[in-house]
């Protein structure tokens, strides 16, 4: 059995998505709604982007930390809390904020929700991040071919 590179280069893929259940940030939802954070699956290169982010985290920190030095403590905190820099995160904690920001599709999730999102709820913020990386980790999807379940996508 041989791997068929021309179907492979000239297939269609999509993201996976999933609905994620969230019940604890249901009254962050419309009424009625269900409290559902849609997801899907990172690119390689956004999986990359957010290791490089992570990397630079603390250099971005220092850097940042150089430019108000001249403003008062409250200025800084006040722009640090803004900016959503209120504190160092660790590079794994820094990683999966990005990994929030690139795999949500509803919301769609801006650094300083994705940093609110995990200091306040931080295992829902692991789940929700756990359930992006193991769809990244099956994949896109070929419509036409079967997927891991066994399912062929139409």
């Known amino acids: 059995m041989s791997f068929d590179t021309k179907g492979f280069m000239s297939a269609s893929f999509e993201r996976r998505q999933q609905d994620f259940k969230v019940p604890q940030l249901k009254d962050w939802f419309e009424k009625g709604s269900k409290a559902v954070w849609k997801i899907q699956s990172l690119t390689g290169a956004e999986i990359g982007q957010a290791d490089e982010a992570a990397g630079n985290e603390t250099l971005t920190g220092q850097l940042f930390n ?15 809390e803004l900016v959503g820099r209120s504190t160092d995160k660790p590079k794994q904690i820094a990683r999966r904020i990005y990994h929030l920001q690139y795999g949500s599709v509803d919301p769609a999730c801006s650094l300083e929700l994705a940093v609110r999102v995990c200091d306040n709820f931080p295992i829902i913020f692991l789940d929700i991040t756990n359930a992006i990386l193991t769809l990244s980790g099956q994949g896109s999807i070929a419509p036409g071919k079967s997927t891991p379940s066994g399912k062929t996508k139409k």
């Open 66 to 80: 150089s430019m108000m030095s001249a403003n008062s403590p409250e200025v800084i905190a006040k722009v640090k």
